[in-house]
């Protein structure tokens, strides 16, 4: 006899068994594009669900900053040339109440109540795209709001990394409205990674699949909203391009984030990372080949002075985070001096420091 029950279990059990089969496809993707574009690092499956990946302390201008890295589902992008970032993370989906769980584990197991009293700043990552619904849940990314709003006092900048198509705009409107709920109004900060100027360079070579007018668009909604805007570049991301090539292509990117923050009057960051050769890439490949050498710090530091008169900050990044083959970093012997005045111009936007 069929009842009314009986046909809401059969219903359930359709939908988990829907969901299941979305999360297994979702994890083949992951794992073709992988393949497909020259990967050969493994995920980190082992990784304890309950406790993020990473976390680290940064002190920019805007004051003592967080960048956490939670544990997620990886990046269903996959393609970008030189990356191993998900290599940090999970091919299979983790839960929201796993995520949850690491919400718990930042906030009662990491931070010290100092910490927590002194932070101005929170970056969001799961080395990927935090607003992918598919890797970073809905409901978690609420959960971490309200901690943050319960624990945090002073974080007056809230930043989260994610590519453009996953943003919900109706979504970071009440993001935007939770966020103002807390002890101070903290704003909302996007970041995107932009990689490269040159368009070539970016989606031909470095395969990341983002074109000007996909971004300018972005930009558009971000000015409406009132948020700020993050943009992650990459000094000599991909081989054959010269120190001075290398340069050039950070010179004009800040000249065009300039105009853009100028004609918009949106706050502006660049995070400039000098290239590493990440394990498990073609970068790295080509590398232990002889084919790619990163980036040299003075020619970071040639083309961060180009910023001085602009209206946009940068920061340079200066970690590898583990993820670099042996040698393949881009801090060199004799380059101990040059990274303390980088340490000391992320904290100041000091331009003098640089000459």
Same mark, same amino acid.
């Given at each position: 006899?069929?009842?009314a029950n009986s046909?809401l279990?059969?219903?359930d059990?359709f939908?988990?068994?829907? !969901? /299941?089969?979305?999360?297994?496809?979702?994890k083949?993707?992951?794992?073709?594009k992988?393949r497909?574009?020259?990967?050969?690092y493994?995920?980190?499956?082992?990784? #304890?669900?309950?406790?993020?990946?990473? &976390?680290?302390?940064?002190?920019?201008?805007?004051g003592?900053?967080?960048?956490?890295?939670?544990?997620?589902?990886?990046?269903r992008?996959?393609?970008?040339?030189?990356?191993?970032?998900?290599s940090?993370?999970?091919?299979d989906?983790i839960?929201?109440?796993?995520?949850?769980?690491?919400?718990?584990?930042?906030?009662?197991?990491?931070?010290?109540?100092e910490?927590?009293?002194?932070?101005?700043?929170?970056?969001?990552?799961n080395?990927?795209?935090?607003l992918?619904?598919?890797?970073?849940?809905?409901?978690? /990314?609420?959960?971490?709001?309200a901690?943050?709003?319960?624990?945090?006092?002073?974080? !007056?900048?809230?930043?989260?990394?994610?590519r453009?198509? &996953?943003?919900d705009?109706?979504?970071?409107?009440?993001?935007?409205?939770?966020?103002?709920?807390?002890?101070?109004?903290?704003?909302?900060?996007?970041?995107i990674?932009?990689?490269? &100027?040159?368009d070539?360079?970016?989606?031909d070579?470095?395969?990341k699949?983002?074109?000007? #007018?996909?971004?300018?668009?972005m930009v558009?909604?971000?000015?409406?909203?009132?948020?700020?805007l993050?943009?992650?570049?990459m000094?000599?991301?991909?081989?054959?391009?010269?120190e001075?090539?290398?340069?050039?292509?950070?010179i004009?990117?800040?000249?065009?984030?300039?105009?853009?923050?100028?004609?918009?009057?949106?706050?502006?960051?660049m995070?400039?990372?000098p290239?590493?050769?990440?394990?498990?890439?073609e970068?790295?490949?080509l590398?232990?080949?002889? #084919?790619?050498s990163?980036?040299?710090?003075?020619?970071?530091?040639?083309?961060? /002075?180009?910023a001085?008169?602009?209206?946009?900050?940068i920061?340079?990044?200066?970690?590898?985070e583990?993820?670099?083959?042996?040698?393949?970093?881009?801090?060199?012997?004799?380059?101990?001096?040059?990274?303390?005045?980088?340490?000391?111009?992320?904290?100041?936007?000091?331009?003098?420091?640089?000459?």
């Amino acid at each position: 006899m069929v009842t009314a029950n009986s046909i809401l279990t059969l219903f359930d059990a359709f939908e988990y068994t829907t !969901s /299941l089969q979305q999360d297994f496809n979702k994890k083949m993707d992951i794992e073709k594009k992988t393949r497909q574009f020259g990967k050969t690092y493994h995920f980190d499956d082992q990784h #304890e669900a309950g406790k993020p990946a990473q &976390y680290w302390f940064q002190n920019p201008p805007e004051g003592f900053t967080l960048f956490i890295v939670f544990y997620t589902m990886a990046c269903r992008w996959s393609k970008c040339l030189g990356c191993n970032l998900p290599s940090k993370m999970s091919k299979d989906h983790i839960p929201f109440d796993r995520i949850m769980a690491q919400v718990d584990y930042l906030f009662h197991s990491i931070l010290t109540e100092e910490q927590k009293r002194d932070l101005k700043k929170i970056i969001l990552s799961n080395n990927g795209s935090i607003l992918d619904e598919a890797t970073f849940s809905t409901t978690a /990314l609420i959960y971490f709001i309200a901690n943050m709003n319960l624990y945090c006092p002073n974080v !007056s900048l809230l930043c989260m990394e994610t590519r453009p198509e &996953y943003i919900d705009w109706h979504e970071l409107e009440f993001l935007s409205t939770a966020l103002k709920e807390g002890h101070c109004d903290t704003e909302l900060e996007i970041a995107i990674g932009f990689e490269a &100027y040159d368009d070539a360079i970016r989606n031909d070579h470095f395969q990341k699949g983002m074109p000007l #007018e996909i971004f300018e668009s972005m930009v558009m909604k971000l000015v409406t909203y009132g948020f700020k805007l993050k943009t992650y570049f990459m000094m000599k991301p991909v081989p054959g391009i010269s120190e001075e090539d290398g340069i050039k292509d950070i010179i004009d990117a800040i000249d065009y984030l300039n105009g853009i923050s100028e004609k918009h009057s949106i706050d502006i960051n660049m995070h400039l990372n000098p290239t590493y050769a990440a394990v498990g890439t073609e970068l790295e490949k080509l590398f232990l080949k002889g #084919e790619y050498s990163p980036p040299l710090l003075d020619s970071v530091r040639k083309a961060v /002075l180009h910023a001085k008169d602009s209206g946009i900050s940068i920061y340079v990044g200066l970690d590898d985070e583990g993820l670099a083959a042996p040698g393949g970093g881009f801090i060199r012997k004799g380059d101990k001096k040059l990274v303390k005045t980088f340490e000391e111009f992320n904290a100041t936007q000091d331009f003098s420091l640089l000459f």
